[in-house]
């Protein structure tokens, strides 16, 4: 049997809708950790998904931002159920405790639960200005302002924001 221009479009047209089918009337995002927890999102409550470095990001439409580690998925679906709550979500404890603090000296200190791999320093428009594996670094040559930092550690990826005054 002969393959016609029209039947391969056919053939297109249903691999390009797929996709779109399985989402369409879909309700929520779960996120299925490796654990064997599910954590559902409503998808209307989310705003923006990105990824940062290990994380997948989901900022929601209350300006919350949550971050997962992508190691720790297993897989991600779209389900069409409200979610109604968590099951067995991942425990807030399993990313490491990080605490920033600035000196009157211009120093950045960096505390952590878990030992610090790698510290790196944003301004708001998202280029790196800094970079170091110490838990210390100095900002005295930078300008007042708003800075990010991100801060991996052997558990995780965290982001913490600050001001300079």
């Known amino acids: 049997m002969k393959k016609t221009g029209f039947t391969y479009f056919r053939i297109l047209l249903i691999l390009l809708l797929l996709p779109i089918t399985a989402v ?7 996120l299925h950790f490796s654990n064997g927890s599910e954590q559902s999102n409503l998808l209307d409550n989310i705003q923006r998904i990105t990824f940062s470095s290990d994380d997948l990001v989901l900022k929601t439409t209350d300006n919350n931002t949550n971050n ?61 200005l800094q970079e170091t594996t110490r838990a210390s670094f100095s900002i005295s040559g930078l300008p007042a ?7 991996k550690t052997t558990n995780g990826t965290i982001t913490k924001k600050f001001i300079k005054q």
Not at 24 to 30: C, D, R, S
Not at 99 to 114: D, F, L, P
Not at 145 to 151: M, N, P
């Open 24 to 30: 369409w009337g879909a309700e929520a995002l779960v």
């Open 145 to 151: 302002g708003i800075y990010i930092l991100q801060v």
């Open 68 to 128: 997962y580690v992508i190691d720790n998925l297993r897989k991600i679906t779209f389900g069409n159920e409200t979610p109604s709550a968590i099951a067995n979500p991942p425990k807030p404890d399993n990313r490491s405790e990080v605490q920033v603090y600035i000196t009157q000296g211009g120093e950045v200190v960096v505390k952590s639960s878990e030992p610090i791999k790698a510290l790196t320093l944003f301004n708001t428009s998202g280029v790196i």
